[in-house]
């Protein structure tokens, strides 16, 4: 089944290395955001399958990004898995208390990316 996934990402080489990732091994389609704004005017006009959000980013960070999807009931059901360097057990409980899908570490593997999205939204 294809699914459309939202990469949100200030960094244009994760960004790209996500994409291709997903498109390549699984076949997804794959809309991109540079920062927290435009990830939730995306996700309004059209919501994805998932979205997949960078944590650390400026102006609007992840979990303010988040917040924003979770209070318009178009978009509150959208599953949200975090993209984060910080996964120290603090950290990872805070996002996770937070109520996102789940919680992906930097640096990753590309070829691997899929399973873990999928695995984490039960989509496989």
Known sequence: MSRRILVVDDEEAIREVVRTGLEVVAGWDV?????????????????P?????????????????????????????????FLTAKVQPPERRR????????????????LTLPDQIADLLGWT
């Open 49 to 81: 399958d998932a979205v997949l959000l960078d944590v650390m980013m400026p102006a609007m960070d992840g979990p303010a990004t988040f917040s924003r999807l979770q209070e318009n009931p178009r978009t509150q059901d959208v599953p949200v898995i």
């Open 31 to 47: 809309d991109v955001a540079t920062d927290g704004a435009q990830a939730v005017a995306s996700c309004e006009a059209d919501p």
């Open 95 to 110: 996002y996770e208390e937070l109520g996102v899908a789940g919680v992906l570490a930097k640096p990753f593997d590309p």
